[in-house]
């Protein structure tokens, strides 16, 4: 498995408290117990009659925690919050950023997260900057 198929599949959900999804089972946050090991690929005779698992643990580097930790760190702060908050920011220097100019934005920058994860991101882009004064909302009018 890939790290980005971990991260999609399994990591990112535990880590969002979300359950965990694969074919026709689901695990719940509360009810996982993951163990994450790196190690060379193994061949078709060190797998057979239960001994894969054996040769991974003897072979492998127990790397769970060390991936969970930068799983919580990204999905605290994404590679693509600070380039938004930086790109809203400049456009907002010369006129108002709208709503539908703003998911753009987040999909431009953010091609990896899915349209909830961007549309959240982009939430936490115009939030911090509200927040530290650095940029103000307004009211944009409706016209029918």
Not at 3 to 14: G, K, N, S, T
Not at 33 to 43: H, M, N, Q, T, V
Not at 89 to 111: D, I, K, M, S
Not at 139 to 144: I, K, L, P, T, Y
Request: no cysteine; hydrophobic share 45%.
């Amino acid at each position: 498995m890939t790290r980005a198929e971990l991260d999609a599949r399994v990591l990112r959900p535990l880590v969002e408290r979300r359950p965990v999804v694969w074919d026709d089972r689901q695990w719940t946050p509360e009810k996982v117990k993951l163990a994450i090991y790196e190690s060379p690929a193994l061949g078709v005779e060190e797998i057979g009659m239960g001994r894969g698992w054996g040769n991974v643990t003897k072979d492998g580097e127990n790397v769970t925690e060390r991936l969970i930790a930068e799983t919580r760190e990204e999905v605290r702060s994404p590679a693509a919050l600070d380039a938004l908050k930086d790109a809203i920011l400049a456009r907002a220097r010369t006129a108002p950023v709208g709503f539908e100019e703003l998911l753009a934005l987040a999909e431009e920058l953010a091609t990896d997260l899915d349209p909830n994860q961007r549309t959240t991101l982009a939430a936490r882009a115009v939030w911090e900057p509200l927040g530290q004064d650095r940029l103000r909302l307004s009211a944009a009018r409706a016209e029918f």
